[in-house]
């Protein structure tokens, strides 16, 4: 695989072999070839037969085909162990790659994590994977659409356990993880950052729930010596408001959904995933595999896929400006 290094080169790994990923980096590619150099690593018999679906010519990029699908009885839209490992091997060979300088950042398709979990691999999802092998401790999931962006303090854990994990720690590291990727990849030089309260109101100062006088506020207390624009507990309400008024550049969310709803209500077209904490740049869209429709590709929307490689390609681009 011989590339000219004079574009910043995308990796793209091909998610679930049965999901949309194959369909949606067809349509990608088609409206991004010129933007940038781009590595496919999947499965090639499969990419092929999502386009011959769409009744597309099939995009020329750089193709790393691991070759790791059977092509007997093989079908789109079937959660099994052998496509879970399958998107995995994508996975390692796009670390090797990274490790190598041969990419200089990864898009992720989606995979499936009940897939991945059949094949014996007890990971809930891609940042999990990526942090345990590149030795991240403490990986942070920031999630953004043209309007809005989220970072999370948990992310796929049942609601009930999301107060027993909050804690100064990994509130703090999320704060200082979103400051710091702030200016390092957008160039904001002095970030404002917005604390969402876990309870309803933030709490009342107490009255429902302690967790923003217990954890939340002595934090933010602690961080605003060096983080001037931090500001916060705020009603998850409210701080959405004002983020959608342009009133602050991040806000830091303490469970999933206080992100993902406004996120998708505001713009799921455009969102995006962005791990922080990574040695690299790694995105992915804001969706999964939608089984359900991956035998019909010409339902695949690429446009939360064309968003995340538009922000890979941004972040490497601002982060060779510094």
């Not at 401790?137 to 994990?165: D, G």
């Not at 109101?201 to 605003?224: F, M, Q, T, W, Y």
């Not at 705020?234 to 206080?258: E, F, K, S, W």
Request: hydrophobic residues 45%; contains cysteine.
């Amino acid at each position: 695989m011989q590339l000219s290094r004079q574009k910043i080169c995308v990796g793209i790994t091909m998610g679930d072999p049965s999901g949309i990923g194959p369909a949606i980096i067809c349509k990608a590619l088609k409206k991004l070839n010129l933007q940038a150099e781009f590595v496919v690593i999947g499965d090639k018999w499969v990419f092929h037969k999502a386009a011959s679906k769409l009744g597309q010519k099939i995009p020329h990029p750089a193709f790393l085909d691991l070759n790791n699908v059977c092509h007997k009885g093989f079908r789109f839209g079937r959660i099994q162990a052998k496509f879970g490992r399958a998107s995995i091997q994508y996975l390692d060979m796009a670390l090797e790659l990274i490790t190598r300088k041969k990419i200089d950042c990864l898009v992720t398709a989606p995979i499936s994590k009940a897939a991945i979990n059949l094949a014996g691999l007890a990971y809930r999802g891609h940042t999990e994977y990526l942090a345990k092998h590149t030795r991240v401790n403490h990986p942070v999931m920031m999630l953004l659409n043209e309007k809005l962006k989220f970072s999370l303090v948990t992310r796929h854990i049942p609601l009930k356990q999301v107060p027993q994990a909050i804690n100064m720690r990994e509130l703090s590291t999320t704060i200082v993880s979103t400051w710091q990727f702030l200016k390092k990849y957008f160039l904001i030089r002095r970030p404002r950052i917005l604390v969402m309260g876990l309870n309803p109101h933030a709490s009342d100062n107490g009255l429902i729930g302690k967790e923003e006088n217990r954890i939340i506020k002595p934090v933010i207390k602690r961080l605003s010596k060096k983080i001037d624009s931090l500001k916060g507990p705020l009603p998850a309400d409210v701080a959405t408001y004002q983020a959608n008024q342009g009133n602050c550049d991040c806000l830091i969310a303490l469970y999933h959904d206080q992100a993902l709803i406004p996120l998708k209500l505001t713009g799921a077209a455009t969102g995006v995933n962005i791990t922080l904490g990574l040695p690299f740049v790694r995105t992915s869209p804001l969706h999964g595999t939608a089984f359900d429709i991956s035998n019909k590709p010409w339902l695949a929307d690429p446009a939360s896929l064309i968003s995340a490689i538009k922000l890979a390609i941004l972040c490497v681009s601002n982060q060779r400006k510094l």
